[in-house]
């Protein structure tokens, strides 16, 4: 239904930023919530970022708010992790990821990996120190 490609992982230095890319395509994506999730080795995968798209509320890790933004361009199909003051603990692949609106939600319809349906292949993005 929904296809999610990943771009902008990279190589970058303790405190630097990147840009990660989600490009969507297929359905319409007004009833979907975009998520950011990632995975480090030896480690679950754990949640970074969601944002609905017919919305503009946004859930952030603790880990990550102050320093990590998410965004979505509707007319592009995109969503982007904006991310700065990077720290080696950040190393992970970040997978983006699509789910539908239930009739009811919680923070953990956003939080919760399960029930996402939709997943791009991931991009690496490694912090050194």
């Known amino acids: 239904q929904v296809q999610l490609v990943e771009s902008g992982g990279g190589l970058v230095q303790a405190g630097g930023s990147l840009r990660l890319s989600c490009a969507a395509s297929?359905?319409?994506?007004?009833?979907?919530?975009m998520g950011w999730f990632r995975q480090a080795p030896g480690k679950e995968r754990e949640f970074v970022a969601a944002?609905?798209?017919?919305?503009?509320?946004?859930y952030y890790a603790d880990s990550v708010k102050g320093r990590f933004t998410i965004s979505g361009d509707n007319a592009k199909k995109t969503v982007y992790l904006q991310m700065d003051s990077l720290a080696p603990e950040d190393t992970a692949v970040y997978y983006c990821?699509?789910?539908?609106?239930?009739?009811?939600?919680?923070?953990?319809?956003?939080?919760?990996?399960?029930?996402?349906?939709?997943w791009g292949q991931g991009t690496q993005v490694t912090v050194s120190s």
């Open positions: 297929g359905r319409p994506l007004g009833s979907y919530i």
């Open positions: 944002i609905p798209w017919s919305g503009s509320t946004t």
């Open positions: 990821a699509a789910r539908l609106w239930p009739y009811l939600s919680s923070s953990s319809t956003y939080t919760k990996h399960q029930g996402y349906t939709n």
